[in-house]
């Protein structure tokens, strides 16, 4: 009695951990998928599923990452996101159901490793934020990146628990991971392929207009 085992999350390979289903602490029995071919069964690389003796529901894994259930609540990273920071956003990810602290924890790093990505150090949030507004970070971006300094603690470094980061915090930062990511590296790519579509000739012409309406300012 009162000897409870404490929460383990679901990881990979593992032969017991928490059900993302029943929540039991329970024997979890692995299977590599495959397909038929001419009369053979091929393994699919990479996907496994992983059936809960507790309650017989499965959940899958795709690259060593649980992809069902626990992706149904959060959108996929960024694409133009560094492969670190899709490999944060995607831990966060698999663990936000159970535990947002912790996944909450994982993306103040991203949001840091992110602004470093940007260019900045990623020491200082605040100072941080200054020297984007300085390189034309748009309002929008800059006001999710204070409400950010604002929700967490500034004392609490990135990669901390914050004792109170509950699942609406951890669903935020998700959204703001992708927010800025659109906002500072895809938008701003999407606009230069488009520009690089324009001739040369014409993009002579298109830098004497801009600089005749710099003389008449
Ligand atoms: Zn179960």
Known sequence: MGSKIPYKQPAYQESAFNCPFCNAYSNQIWFRAFYFIRGQHMNLDNLDVCFCTHCDRYSIWYEEVMVYPNFQRVEQPNEDLNGDIKADYQEA??????????????LR?????????????????????????????????????????????????????????????????????????????????????????????????????????????
């Open 93 to 106: 990810a698999s663990i936000v159901q159970k535990s947002p602290r912790g996944a909450a924890a994982i």
């Open 109 to 217: 790093l991203a949001i840091q490793k992110l602004i470093i990505q940007l260019g900045e150090k990623g020491k200082d949030l605040n100072t941080d934020i200054a020297n984007l507004v300085k390189k034309g970070l748009p309002v929008r971006v800059q006001q999710s990146l204070d409400a950010l300094r604002v929700i967490g603690n500034e004392a609490i470094h990135p990669g901390e628990l914050d004792l109170r980061d509950d699942q609406k915090t951890a669903e935020q930062l998700f959204k703001l991971v992708n927010f800025i990511a659109e906002k500072m590296i895809t938008e701003p790519k999407e606009i230069e392929e488009i520009y690089n579509k324009i001739p040369d000739s014409k993009k002579q012409q298109i830098e004497k207009r801009n600089e005749e309406v710099k003389k008449q300012q």
